[in-house]
């Protein structure tokens, strides 16, 4: 029997990057599947995030990823572009999001085709690379790399948008019905797992249920 979790997941959070390759190994070894459901970051969702913050917040963000990342061994730069748009006048993300609606439409469609934890983890390494991620081929590169067809996954994102913002949307109140907000958020049996440093806790309650390795 294949256990299952759901995993709600942003492009733009640095935690939910830094979970993916952990994420991918329990996979491997377990006979588990995450159910990859993509949502927006919070400042889409909750526009005054920022506002309401802490002033020391982003400085202690930044310090902490940086380290974690350095204790993982994962590679990570500051994203080039910033995949989310901000308005600075207003201290609150853009109207016009471009980039990270069009990545949150193609991390749902790659979860329809089963590969959601691959698609996820080969676009988000060339996002978190510092590198120009928005230039001609590197999507493609990243989504050839996952396993998928480039053309038709970058096509119907945009030719589906109006049904793949719904089920973003909806993914997105499944989320806070599963009680929680932020992300990454693993769910099993309605029971929330708030953030990469959740994921042995996680992986304990699944095994009290009978879930074994491979």
Partial sequence: ????AQLYWSFRSPYSYLALPRLIALEDEYDLKFEVHPVRPLALRQPDFFQREHPKWLHYLLTDVARLAEHLGIHFAAPNPDPVLFDHDK????????HIDRLTRIGVLASEQ???????YAISKRIWSGQAWTEDGVLDAALTEAGLEPGDILARAETEADRLDGVIRANEDALEEAGHWGVPTMVYKGEPFFGQDRIDLLIWRM???GLTKR
């Fill in 114 to 120: 089963g590969k959601g934890l691959a698609a996820l």
């Fill in 207 to 209: 095994e009290r249920d």
């Fill in 1 to 4: 029997m294949t256990y299952s």
């Fill in 91 to 98: 201290n609150q993300a853009a109207d016009d999001q471009p």
